[in-house]
Structure formats: C-alpha cells, structure tokens
C-alpha cells in the first residue's frame, strides 16, 4: 500500500476483508444494519415519512406560495376530449383559426354546426377528482392564484374562487359588433330550433365542445346572429390564432411574481400562452414542478415531474395536506 496516499473511506477496506474472513458473519450483521435502517425509516415522524414518499408533498411542503396553471389534461377524467396525445402532438382536424371565423361565412356555419351536436357534452360535464382537489387546495391557502388555459368552467364549477380563464370559457356567446354577452345554453335552443334538420346527428366529440361532423352541406346551416343588432356572435374563447387578452397576462404575471415557485397540472405546455409562464418563472429562479401524463415543452425546465393521473394525484396530494394541517 502506498503510505502517501489517503484511504477516503477506510471503512469499506475493513468491510471487505470482513466479508473475506468470515462471510456468514458479516451477511448476519448487514441484515441487523438493514433491519435496523428499516426500523428508523418507519418511526420517522408522519411529515418526514410524507416527504420521503411523495416528493409532490415535499414541493408544495417548501414552496408555500404556488403559482398553478391548469390544462386540458385536468378535465379529461370529466370526459371532455383534449387536442394533443401523450407526446404532445395535435390528435385530429385543427381548431377553428380567427381568421378563417371572421372571415368566412361557410366557415361560422361549419364551426357551429359542430358545436350544436359537441356543446351537450361539455354542457353536461361534471367536475372530477382533480378539480374538486384543486378546489381543496385552494381552501388550505396552497396558491397564490390558479390560471387555467381551459375553457370548460370547472374548476369555478368545483368552488375555485378566483380563477383566471386564459383562454375564456366556452359557456359564454359575444357579439362581435355590440358586445352583448350571452350563454351558450340559451343559444343551443336557438341553434336546435332554426336547425330540425341536423338535429339528432351523431359525431365523435373533440375538445372544447366541437365534434367531428364532416361531410354534411353546412351551407343549409343557419348560424345565429345577435338578437339585439345583428351582428356576429362568437363563443367567448380565444381561437387559434388570436391574442390572449392583455388584461389577463398581465394579472397572470403580476401572480406568478408573487409566488415562489410554479404547478403545472394537465398541461403540455405546446401553446405558447401557457409555456411563457414556464420560461417567465425559470428566468426568475422559481422552481416548476408538473403533473401530467407525457411530454411537456417544459421538461428541461421542470425540478419535479410527476407522470400520474391528475384526480388521484392531486387527490392524494390534498388528503395529506388537509392531515398536516389537522395534526
């Protein structure tokens, strides 16, 4: 042995030889060391345990001032379809662009033709698990504030306060001349009443209230019109290919300041409009964490992924939190 150089770790040269001289005896003493690790680990106090477990715990443990964004994977448990697959890429037609509904009369006929036959589904969707979690969460002081890139209204639905809907909520027709607001519910009577001959026609349903109704004469069609001036009715959402309002951004941002660190439930983050958030909060030094099933734009950016389901996930997530707080 060379005397000049410094065993690092002397007690794994002590061990070997152990091991070499007498082998039973050795094996005989790591099965008490383990068996005694063992032991610890089970009598670590209820919050260690917790975090040894469910790192997702850990991270909401240490970063009491979440900033969460919500995505169309949260509310497929409700059933309502979601556009992109578990790599993120688009499933099916592509949505409706802005352009082409201000712009094409057909095009305002086909979108809501599909959407008379897909609105029920959507219309009648409940909360799931994870909403009714996130809803619990809240309660307990979780987030600073919770943005959703859905339109569907659940998570209000599921008692969620103070939601900002990125993107609009689908429950609500505008008209693009006056302004006048109106729910998407009464305007499906309108639809069905001026329409007896696509009632009744069956689709497959695709996300946000449209279904896949294809090689029908949409010019026989009638879309609907304002009542009070005529004009364009659109759904509340904003469509591909249209700004997200700027007054939402920035309530958006001016949360994710106030938060230490970022969840992201359900998302893929593939539209912009979500991911700047991401790249908002990695520039700012705030941790991300996500839950979600697949690929995320966000990957490289994400300290914690969870690839579970969102209901029992968050589920699980709320239960243990609403335990700490009752301990």
Known sequence: MNPGKVLKKPWAKVRWWAA??????????QRK???????????????????????LYDFVERHPRLFVLSGAGISTESGIPCYRDTEGQRTGRAPILLKDFMGSEF?????????????????????????????????LGIFERLVTQNVDGLHTSAGNTDVIELHGNI??????????????????????????????????????????????????????????????????????????????VDAAA???????????????????????????????????AAVNLGRTRADALLQLKVEAPCGPTLDALANELELEREA
């Open 107 to 139: 095009a305002r006929k086909r979108y809501w033709a599909r959407s008379m036959i897909g609105w029920p589904l959507v219309a009648g969707a409940a909360p799931n698990a994870a909403h009714v979690a996130v809803a619990r969460l809240e309660r």
């Open 20 to 29: 070499r001289l007498d082998p039973k005896r050795f094996a005989l003493k």
């Open 171 to 248: 429950g609500r027709v505008r008209c693009m001349e006056c302004g006048n607001e109106t729910t998407r519910a009464a305007l499906q009577q309108t639809l069905i009443a001026d329409n007896p001959s696509f009632v009744g026609l069956a689709a497959l349903p695709v996300a946000d209230g449209d279904a896949q109704l294809e090689d029908y004469d949409f010019n026989a069609f009638h879309a609907p019109s304002c009542t009070r001036c005529g004009g364009l009715l659109k759904p509340d959402v904003v469509f591909f290919g249209e700004g997200v309002p700027r007054t939402r």
């Open 254 to 288: 001016a949360a994710l300041d106030q938060a230490d660190a970022m969840l992201v439930l359900g998302s893929s983050l593939m539209v912009y409009s979500g991911f700047r958030f991401c790249e908002w909060a990695a520039r700012a030094g705030k941790p991300i």
């Open 33 to 55: 060391r383990l068996a005694a690790t063992i032991l610890k680990m089970k009598n670590l106090p209820a919050r260690a345990s917790r975090t040894l477990s469910n790192p």
